[in-house]
């Protein structure tokens, strides 16, 4: 069966430090993987997404970026974050139709202090 | 425009009794999927039921059924037999033919009663 790891679970971070999420799938190929942000009490913004190795799609320009360096392997990443960036973010694997619904990781709870 | 619409930012009902969490979606396709998700206080996105466009039944899994009216582009969310571990944030999402992704609407806050 397949499996989706997201970590880690908390990350309490100083403003202009880096960033580097990871997400895995395990049991499938080919998996389109997406990234997702939540604010507090809010709906999910989505950020990325990805259908292939080095392919990455952007929803909303901003301090954020994404890498698909293997199949099964999605980092979301920033250079220097920013108070604004604090937020719930998840991770998400699904096949490219449409009664396919997604998988989500546990989700990173990110603080900026 | 808003592809996903859910009214009620939050809802309350008695344990043990039904409650509908209302969606609405706009979309000119012939061809698309339908979702609710419940998002406990942990986080975690839940997936609970579909319902295909071309699905003429209502899908129904467990305590939970969606209220499909197609005519209307409504994909209400019934929740039968409350219970105090209902309580979370629910989504109501759309796949699209045309689109990769899913669109997901603002949630519904429910808190049931003991």
């Known amino acids: 069966s397949q499996t989706i790891h997201q970590w880690p679970a908390t990350l309490v971070q100083p403003v202009g430090s880096p960033l580097s999420l990871e997400c895995t799938v395990e049991?499938?190929?080919?998996?389109?993987l997406y990234w997702y942000r939540q604010a507090a009490g809010r709906g999910l913004q989505l950020l990325f997404y990805?259908?292939?190795?080095?392919?990455i799609s952007s929803e909303v320009p901003q301090n954020l970026s994404a890498s698909r360096p293997q199949d099964r392997q999605f980092i979301l990443s920033s250079k220097k974050l920013l108070l604004s960036d604090s937020g719930f973010y998840l991770c998400?694997?699904?096949?490219?139709?449409?009664?396919?619904?997604?998988?989500f990781g546990s989700g990173t709870r990110l603080t900026v202090v | 425009a808003q592809k996903i619409t859910q009214t009620q930012p939050g809802m309350f009902v008695q344990e043990k009794e039904a409650v509908t969490l209302d969606c609405t979606y706009d979309?000119?396709?012939?061809?698309?999927?339908l979702f609710w998700y419940k998002q406990p206080s942990s986080g975690e996105m839940i997936f609970l039921i579909y319902?295909?466009?071309?699905?003429?039944q209502n899908a129904t899994e467990g305590r939970y059924s969606l209220n499909f009216q197609k005519a209307r582009k409504s994909a209400n969310l019934v929740i039968s037999a409350s219970q105090l571990g209902d309580s979370a944030m629910y989504f109501c999402?759309?796949?699209?033919?045309?689109?990769?992704?899913?669109?997901f609407g603002a949630g519904t806050r429910l808190t049931v009663k003991p």
């Open positions: 319902q295909g466009s071309y699905d003429e």
């Open positions: 998400a694997w699904s096949r490219d139709r449409t009664d396919y619904g997604y998988t």
């Open positions: 990805s259908v292939g190795i080095g392919q």
């Open positions: 979309t000119s396709d012939q061809s698309y999927g």
């Open positions: 049991g499938t190929s080919n998996p389109n």
């Open positions: 999402a759309m796949r699209e033919g045309r689109d990769n992704d899913m669109r």
